[in-house]
């Protein structure tokens, strides 16, 4: 009978050789009492009880790594916040929370309090209402009823800390028994990410030429956008946007001049020159617009080149 009661394992506490790495498993139901034994009818200790999992963790240094492995269906609720609680609790450098099998019930409850929740390929979750055994008359029953809603409302909160839905949401969940696969779980904020779901990082060598072959066509991008601004807006343009607009300035001054004359013969007064400044503002209104428009367009590609240099 003892050979049987090794080989059979609900719970394992291990260190790693060489390692601040310190495994649990929980691989049973979460019970306060072990099994019973006929010989000496007495309960042995139960490997997942609260109890057992103080003396498992005031074993592990602060400055470990706690990985606890879980698959399980759940089981007693008053154990399994306990245990919740022991964990959120103990002083060590991470909590990571492996889902193997199921996380069922008070053990999706248990793996809330690592830092870091990852859950299996193939493995799923489930969160459900709290169930009770009760015996008794019709108020001791009305009053186990409201008792379970007390005990649910705190025991949302737990899901409430990590996950990103709403209590409404989270309570039409629970009454609905909702089972949960392990890309549901993390988009929900049940879980954090799966294990074997990471992508394959891209060959280097790979990665170096596609950057180099996108430096290059910048750099050919760049280098025909300066050509084709030097040569809208080149020497030879330029003069001749300039004289044009002498010409059109020296037929203009003509014009007004005329204009002048024939005021002052038949005034016999010549209007005094108030400073240049309606000839300064007919000079930048009678600037070609081609030209400001290529002025514009090179300053502003110009501050777009130093800006990606």
């Known amino acids: 009978m003892k050979g049987i009661k090794e080989q059979r394992t609900h719970y394992c506490f291990r260190q790693e050789a060489g390692s601040d790495v310190h495994k649990l498993y929980i691989y049973d139901d979460v019970s306060e009492h072990g099994e019973l034994d006929w010989w000496t009818w007495e309960y042995t200790e139960s490997e997942t009880s609260a109890e057992f999992f103080r003396k498992a963790l005031a074993e592990i240094p602060d400055s470990a790594v706690i990985e606890l492995h879980i ?3 759940g089981g007693d609720v008053k154990e399994g916040v306990a245990i919740y609680n022991q ?3 103990k002083k060590c450098k991470e909590i990571v929370a492996y889902v193997d099998g199921f996380a069922y019930s008070i053990a999706s409850v248990i793996m809330q309090a690592a830092d870091r929740r990852v859950m299996g390929l193939g493995t799923s979750l489930l969160i459900h209402n709290m169930w009770a055994y009760v015996a008794g008359n019709a108020d001791e029953l009305r009053k186990a009823a409201d008792d379970l809603d007390v005990l649910m409302e705190s ?5 409430m800390e990590r996950v990103n839905i709403t209590e409404e949401e989270l309570i039409r ?3 609905n ?6 890309e549901q779980a993390v988009e929900m904020g049940f879980a954090d990410e799966v294990a074997g779901n990471v992508t394959a990082a891209p060959d280097l060598t790979q990665q170096l030429q596609q950057q180099l ?8 991008a760049r280098k025909a956008f300066r050509e084709e601004m030097k040569e809208f807006c080149g020497p030879g343009r330029q003069k001749g946007d300039e004289k044009d607009s002498t010409d059109s300035e020296e037929a203009d001054s003509g014009a007004d001049a005329g204009e002048e004359d024939g005021d002052a013969d038949s005034t016999g007064e010549e209007h005094e020159d108030t400073g240049g400044t309606d000839e300064d503002d007919s000079k930048k209104q009678k600037l070609p617009k081609q030209h400001r428009l290529a002025e514009l367009i090179g300053q502003a590609a110009a501050k777009y080149l130093k800006e990606r240099e």
């Open 71 to 73: 698959n399980s269906y």
């Open 87 to 89: 964990m959120k609790q």
């Open 155 to 159: 025991n949302r909160q737990i899901y």
């Open 173 to 175: 969940m629970l009454d």
């Open 177 to 182: 028994e909702t089972y949960l696969t392990p």
């Open 213 to 220: 072959a996108q430096m290059r066509r910048e750099m050919a």
